[in-house]
C-alpha cells in the first residue's frame, strides 16, 4: 500500500501530466487548418512543450533567401485561359517548368531526344523540352493529386508563384495551398510518438510540409556534436540540387542548409521512419533560381487507410543516387540507430 506522502505525489504526478497535456492540446489547437489531435492508448506520456509550432521555416544565423528581384521570375508566356483553363499545362511555354523533368514521349524530334539523353546523362540541361507537368486531377474525388512519374522518379517539383500571369488557378499550385487533410500525433509501441491521418488518403495526395529552422552546414555539425548517436534526429538536408563536381557555380553540399525540426516545425516531425514506407518526401520550388531554399513535401506513395502510420523511408534515394548501404546526405550519417519499423525488408538501422 503507498504511504500518504506517496500518494500526494503520485496524485501531484497525474496532475501534472493532465496540466501538460492540457498545455499541450491548446497548442495544437492554434495550429491553422484542419484539427491536429493527439491520442495515447499507451502510457501518460504527452510530447514535450518546449517546442513551437511555426507556418514557415525560421532562418538561423548565416542563412539568407537569395535576392528575390535578382532571381526570381515567374512564368510570363502563360494566360489563365490556357490549356482549357488550366494554366500551365502548356509545359514547353511554362517558365516555372524550365528546369522540370522532361517528358521523352513527348520529344517529337532527333535533337529533342539527344537533349533528353544528354539531361538524363546529367550533361545538359532540360530548358525548351516539354515537360512533365506535376499535378493530375484523380478521376473520382476531383483533387490535384502528384502524377505517378514524380512519384516514382523523385524528381523535384516547380510550382507557379504569385509573379506568373497563369492566374489563381492554375494547376501548378498545391504545396503553396497549404494542409487539407487532418493529422493526429499518437504514442506508437516503441518509436516514441508518431503521426496518422484520420481520413483515408489517396496515392499522390499532398499531406503537409516538413519546417524547422534553417541552419548552415557548421551549425548542423555543431549540433550534431552536441547530441548522442541514440537521440532522435530530426535534421533534413535541402540538398536535393547539390552536385558532386568542383566546376564554378556548383553547389556543394557543405553549402547547402538544413532544416532542423528539433525544437520548432510542424506535426510532421513525428513521422517516423520505416523501410517500406507510405509516404516520400518531395522537393517543391516556387523560384526556380534559388537552389538553397525550398519546401519539402510529404505526399502519400499508396492509398493510406484512415488511422494508418504515416511512414518515409528516411534514407530515401533512387537505386542510382547511392550504393547500398550509404547515406544519402552527410547529415544524416549520424549512426546506426536500430530500425524498429517491422517490415519484412527493414534493412535494419535508421541511418547506415
Ligand atoms: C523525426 S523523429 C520522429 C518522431 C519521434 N518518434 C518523436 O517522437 O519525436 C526521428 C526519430 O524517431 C525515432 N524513430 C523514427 N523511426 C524509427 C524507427 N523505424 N525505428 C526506431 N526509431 C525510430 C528515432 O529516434 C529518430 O531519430
Not at 525548351?128 to 502524377?147: A, E, Q, S
Not at 538536408?237 to 568542383?246: I, N, T
Request: hydrophobic fraction near 30%.
Amino acid at each position: 500500500m503507498l504511504s500518504v506522502a506517496k500518494r500526494h505525489r503520485s496524485g501531484g504526478v497525474r496532475q501534472g501530466r493532465k496540466l501538460l497535456q492540457k498545455q499541450f492540446l491548446e497548442k495544437l489547437a492554434r495550429i491553422p487548418g484542419p484539427p491536429v489531435t493527439f491520442k495515447n492508448d499507451v502510457n501518460k506520456d504527452t510530447p514535450s512543450l518546449a517546442f513551437t509550432y511555426i507556418q514557415e521555416y525560421v532562418l538561423g544565423e548565416g542563412v539568407s533567401r537569395a535576392d528575390l528581384d535578382a532571381v526570381k521570375t515567374g512564368c510570363d508566356e502563360c494566360r489563365p485561359d490556357m490549356g482549357a483553363n488550366r494554366g500551365c499545362q502548356y509545359t514547353r511555354k511554362c517558365k516555372c517548368l524550365e528546369y522540370a523533368a522532361p517528358d521523352l514521349t513527348r520529344c517529337k524530334t532527333d535533337k529533342q531526344r539527344e537533349q533528353y539523353a544528354a539531361w538524363e546523362r546529367g550533361e545538359m540541361g532540360s530548358e525548351g523540352l516539354p515537360k512533365r507537368f506535376p499535378y493530375r486531377t484523380d478521376p473520382i474525388n476531383k483533387m490535384l493529386v502528384l502524377d505517378n512519374f514524380y512519384l516514382e522518379s523523385r524528381n523535384p517539383i516547380y510550382e507557379c508563384n504569385e509573379l506568373c500571369d497563369c492566374g489563381k488557378n492554375c494547376k501548378n499550385r498545391l504545396v503553396q495551398k497549404g494542409r487539407k487533410v487532418p493529422l493526429e500525433i499518437f504514442r506508437t509501441l516503441g518509436r516514441d510518438f508518431g503521426l496518422r491521418c484520420p481520413i483515408d488518403l489517396k496515392r499522390g495526395q499532398y499531406i503537409d510540409r516538413y519546417l524547422g529552422e534553417l541552419i548552415t552546414d557548421a551549425e548542423t555539425s555543431a549540433r550534431e556534436a552536441t547530441g548522442s548517436y541514440d537521440k532522435a534526429s530530426y535534421l533534413f538536408s535541402l540538398d536535393k540540387h547539390a552536385e558532386d563536381d568542383d566546376r564554378p557555380g556548383a553547389l556543394h553540399k557543405r553549402d547547402c542548409y538544413v532544416a532542423d525540426g528539433e525544437k520548432m516545425g510542424g506535426p510532421t516531425r513525428f513521422i517516423n521512419h520505416s523501410c517500406d514506407p507510405n509516404c516520400r518526401l518531395f522537393t517543391v520550388s516556387y523560384n526556380r533560381n534559388d537552389r538553397l531554399i525550398y519546401d519539402l513535401a510529404f505526399f502519400a506513395l499508396e492509398n493510406i487507410p484512415a488511422g494508418e502510420e504515416l511512414t518515409f523511408d528516411y534514407m530515401d534515394v533512387e537505386d542510382t543516387e547511392s550504393a547500398p548501404g550509404q547515406a544519402p546526405n552527410d547529415t544524416m550519417d549520424v549512426g546506426g540507430v536500430k530500425c524498429l519499423c517491422g517490415a519484412e525488408n527493414c534493412r535494419g538501422k535508421l541511418w547506415m
